[in-house]
C-alpha cells in the first residue's frame, strides 16, 4: 500500500492516514478550515475510502483556500485580472458588452478575468436602469453578483474612438470572447492587478 501523503499541493511529506497534511502546511490552514476538517472527519474513512460528502466539501474548501491565497507557492499560473462594477461586469461576460471604458489607456493584451465590484449603489441602480431603456431586449438578473470573479475575456485593443454603442471613453478596451465563469469571492483592487488563474 502506498504511503498517505500530506494534501498540501505539491507537498509529498507521508503523513499518517488520519491526518489531512504535514504539521506545518496543516497550520496555514485557517483555523476554521482546520476546524471544518476535523468536525466532518469520520475514524476509518481512509481504510473505508468512504468519507462523507460534508468531508469532500470541507476538503474541496480547503483545496480552493489553497489556490486563492497560496497560487504563487503552489505554482498556480497568475492571471492580469480587471474589477468592473455591475452591471457592467455582467454585461461584459454574457457578451452584450463589447467595450469597458476607462479614463487611462493600457497597452496590455490577451486573456484576463472580470472581476464584479463589490459596490452595488444608488449609481449601480441608476446603471441599470439606463441600460434596460437603452436595451430593453437585455434580460438583466435580479441580483448581480457582488465581490469576485465572475469570468474572463481577451483585451484585443485599446482605442479613444469606436462604433460600438457601448464606447463612451475617454478610452475602451475592445473585447472578445467573454464568457461567465464560476463566481470566486476575492478582494478587489484599481486597475490590472494579479490573481491565481482558473481552470478551465
Ligand atoms: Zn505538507
Redesign the pocket.
Known amino acids: 500500500m502506498s504511503a498517505h501523503r500530506?494534501h498540501?499541493p505539491g507537498?509529498s511529506?507521508a503523513?499518517p492516514p488520519a491526518l489531512w497534511?504535514?504539521r506545518?502546511?496543516w497550520f496555514r490552514l485557517p483555523k476554521h478550515l482546520r476546524d471544518l476538517v476535523t468536525a466532518t472527519y469520520r475514524r476509518g474513512q481512509e481504510i473505508t475510502k468512504d468519507p462523507s460528502l460534508e468531508y469532500v466539501a470541507a476538503a474541496n474548501a480547503v483545496q480552493e483556500w489553497i489556490r486563492s491565497n497560496c497560487a504563487d507557492e503552489i505554482g498556480v499560473p497568475m492571471i492580469h485580472t480587471l474589477s468592473i462594477l455591475q452591471p457592467w461586469a455582467w454585461l461584459i461576460v454574457h457578451g452584450y458588452k463589447d467595450i469597458e471604458n476607462r479614463d487611462w489607456a493600457t497597452s496590455f493584451r490577451g486573456r484576463f478575468l472580470i472581476h464584479a465590484g463589490k459596490r452595488f449603489g444608488r449609481e449601480q441602480r441608476e446603471d441599470v436602469a439606463q441600460v434596460i431603456q437603452r436595451f430593453p431586449a437585455i434580460k438583466l438578473p435580479e441580483q448581480f453578483a457582488l465581490g469576485g470573479i465572475v469570468g474572463d475575456a481577451e483585451l484585443l485593443d485599446c482605442t479613444d474612438q469606436h462604433s460600438s454603442p457601448w464606447f463612451v471613453g475617454s478610452f475602451g478596451f475592445v473585447l472578445a470572447n467573454a464568457r461567465p465563469l464560476p463566481f470566486r469571492a476575492y478582494t478587489g483592487q484599481l486597475g490590472f492587478f494579479r490573481t491565481p488563474d482558473v481552470k478551465s
Open positions: 500530506c498540501w507537498c511529506s503523513v497534511g504535514c506545518s502546511h
